[in-house]
C-alpha cells in the first residue's frame, strides 16, 4: 500500500481520500492504515481526523452500517457485524430518554460508537452504589483467555480493586439496570452483572478491548453465558481531581470521569476495526470510582 500524499496537507485531498477508501475496499483496517499514514510522516492527530472523516463519509455514501468499516472484499477477514445496542439519536436530540429520567446527550461518535451522556445518575445514586461496594472490594481479576474454563487471574495492566453485584440484588442497582435498558433498547437480561472498580493515586487499566478474544482457549466456555459482549456502558461514580479519564487511543479520545457522567461504546464483531481499544488513564490526583456494565448478545446467566 503505497501512500505518496504529502504528509505536510492538513487538508483531506482527493488523493488521499481515493487512498483511504481503496485501503478499507481492500480489507486494511483502520489502526493499519494509521500505521503507515504516521510512517510517513503524518501526525496522528491529523492522520486520524482524516480516516474519521473519509471514512463515516464513504459508509454513509455506502449507507452501511455505523461502525462497519470493511466493505464486501473484506468480510472473510473480519467476523460478521451481529446487531448491537444504541441509542434513538436520529435528529440530534439534546436530551435522550432513560426510563425514568432524560439525560443529556453531550457527544457522540460513529466510529469508534462511543456516546456521552450527562447525568444518568444522581450524585446521591453515585454515593449509594460506592457505599454498598466498597466492603465488597478485591484486587482487579482479568479473564485468563489461556485457560479452558476462562477462570481469572491477576494482571499488571489493571493495577484496581473490583466487586460485581448480582443483577437486580437492590433497589438502586435494579432501577439503574432498567435505566441502561431503556436508554440503550437492550434487555437487562442480556447485561452481565454491574462491575465496580476503584482506581488509587496512579492505578490505571491499560488499553484493551471488551469483547472476547474468538481464538483463545476460553472462549467457548465464556461464549456459551449469552454470547459475545457487544456494548460497555461506563458510568463515574465520583470525579477524580486528575486523571483517571478512559481513553480510546485509535481514536485519539479522552472521556473525563465526572460523577453521574456515563461513556456507552459498542462493537459489532471482535475486531479491532471497530477501534474500540480503550483503556482508564491513571489517576494523577485524587481516586476513581466507575461502575461497568456489560452487554452481551443473548441472555447472560
Ligand atoms: O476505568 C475505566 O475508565 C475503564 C474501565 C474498563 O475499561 C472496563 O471496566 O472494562
Ligand atoms: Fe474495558
Known amino acids: 500500500m503505497a501512500l505518496t500524499v504529502n504528509p505536510h496537507l492538513a487538508s483531506v485531498t482527493p488523493e488521499l481520500r481515493q487512498w483511504i477508501i481503496d485501503q478499507a475496499e481492500a480489507g486494511v483496517s483502520a489502526p493499519k492504515a494509521l500505521q503507515a499514514m504516521l510512517d510517513v510522516g503524518w501526525s496522528e492527530d491529523v492522520a486520524l481526523a482524516a480516516l474519521e472523516s ?52 453531550v457527544m457522540s461518535m460513529k466510529l469508534p460508537r462511543v456516546v456521552v451522556l450527562e447525568g444518568l445518575l444522581t450524585a446521591d445514586e453515585c454515593e449509594q452504589i460506592i457505599a454498598l461496594a466498597r466492603p465488597r472490594m478485591r484486587r482487579s481479576l482479568t479473564v485468563n483467555s489461556q485457560s479452558a474454563d476462562g477462570g481469572d487471574e491477576l494482571n499488571e495492566d489493571r493495577t484496581s480493586e473490583g466487586m460485581f453485584f448480582e443483577r437486580g440484588e437492590s433497589a438502586v442497582i435494579a432501577a439503574l439496570e432498567q435505566r441502561i435498558a431503556d436508554l440503550l ?49 461506563l458510568l463515574y461514580l465520583n470525579t477524580p481531581v486528575a486523571g483517571g479519564g478512559t481513553t480510546f487511543p485509535n481514536a485519539g479520545l479522552e472521556v473525563a470521569a465526572q460523577q453521574g457522567t456515563a461513556v456507552f461504546f459498542s462493537y459489532d464483531k471482535p475486531h479491532p476495526n471497530t477501534l474500540s481499544l480503550h483503556g482508564g488513564a491513571p489517576v494523577v490526583e485524587g481516586e476513581k470510582w466507575v461502575a461497568t456494565k456489560w452487554l452481551r448478545e443473548r441472555e447472560f446467566n
Not at 464486501?72 to 436530540?93: H, I, K, M, N
Not at 434487555?187 to 471488551?210: F, I
Not at 472476547?212 to 449469552?226: I, K, T, W
Open 54 to 105: 473519509v471514512l463515516s463519509e464513504h459508509l454513509q455514501e455506502r449507507n452501511a452500517m455505523p461502525g462497519q468499516l470493511h466493505t464486501a472484499a473484506a468480510s472473510e477477514a473480519a467476523p460478521a457485524a451481529v446487531p448491537v445496542p444504541d441509542l434513538a439519536l436520529e435528529g440530534s436530540p439534546a436530551w435522550v430518554r432513560a426510563g425514568d429520567r432524560d439525560v443529556k446527550v
Open 185 to 233: 433498547g437492550w434487555p437487562v437480561a442480556n447485561g452481565e452483572g454491574l462491575q465496580v472498580l476503584h482506581y488509587g493515586p496512579k492505578a490505571e487499566y491499560k488499553p484493551h478491548y471488551d469483547y472476547f478474544e474468538p481464538d483463545a482457549p476460553s472462549a467457548p466456555a465464556l461464549l456459551r453465558r449469552g454470547g459475545q459482549r457487544v456494548g460497555t456502558l
